[in-house]
């Protein structure tokens, strides 16, 4: 078992101090992120296209970096978006900006979402959710709760990015509905939640990836 464990805030805290202690650009520790999750991925074998599932919030940018380089590494990616690239913002806009030149096939999520992802889903090997990160709370809400609800359903394996969309980072408590990951990334530390027995069902296999930074900024309390 892992030694450290990150809260809500504390997952907050390493990325501010990263920031405005250190000089981290916001898009470097977004970027090693993604590239760390892609690395996990084809650690565990891509056999079709990837299929990145994002919102439009860090996680989406996490996501939008992950698409990148599978299709840099030569893995046709699929991305579906929960928001209209205008409501994209900060970092996870310069991720969504970079992505555009990589000829990647990208879809709004509108009315007909079931039969939107069914589409472009077609012959997936892997769902990666990108949708919801630590800061996330209660239910997700629409077109979320009906994109995990489509995901929880499909053949294909999933990957989760830092934790499953759903899953309470604190409490542990699986949210109506939670996607069902295969793997789960988990970002600089694995976040309290996990110890707890009700997410374990929902994580998979957990692997900690690294942003970049050093060890003395990733101590944290248990």
């Not at 913002?89 to 900006?97: C, E, N, V």
């Not at 009906?146 to 699986?174: F, H, K, M, Y």
């Amino acid at each position: 078992m892992p030694d450290r464990y990150l809260t809500r805030e504390q997952a907050r805290d390493v990325d501010r101090r990263a920031i405005n202690e250190l000089g981290y650009p916001g898009p470097v520790l977004m970027e090693n992120a993604g590239r760390g999750c892609v690395d996990v991925l084809q650690r565990q074998g891509v056999g079709g296209p990837v299929l990145v599932l994002c919102g439009k919030g860090n996680n989406g940018g996490d996501g939008f970096v992950i698409a990148r380089h599978l299709m840099l590494r030569g893995v046709e990616c699929r991305v579906a978006l929960t928001d209209a690239p205008t409501q994209i913002t900060g970092d996870a806009q310069t991720a969504h900006r970079m992505l555009q030149p990589c000829g990647v096939r990208e879809q709004l999520l509108a009315d007909a979402v079931e039969s939107t992802l069914d589409d472009l889903a077609a012959g997936c090997d892997w769902l990666v959710d990108a949708l919801l990160g630590t800061g996330a709370q209660g239910n997700p809400r629409p077109p979320v709760d009906a994109v995990i609800r489509w995901a929880n359903q499909q053949p294909a394996r999933r990957l989760a990015i830092d934790l499953p969309s759903g899953l309470d980072c604190e409490t542990g408590q699986p949210g109506e509905p939670t996607f069902r990951a295969d793997c789960t990334c988990t970002l600089v530390a694995p976040k309290v939640g996990f110890r707890q027995p009700a997410a374990q069902e929902f994580l998979g296999q957990v692997h900690t990836v690294s942003i970049g930074l050093p060890m003395d900024l990733r101590t944290t309390e248990r």
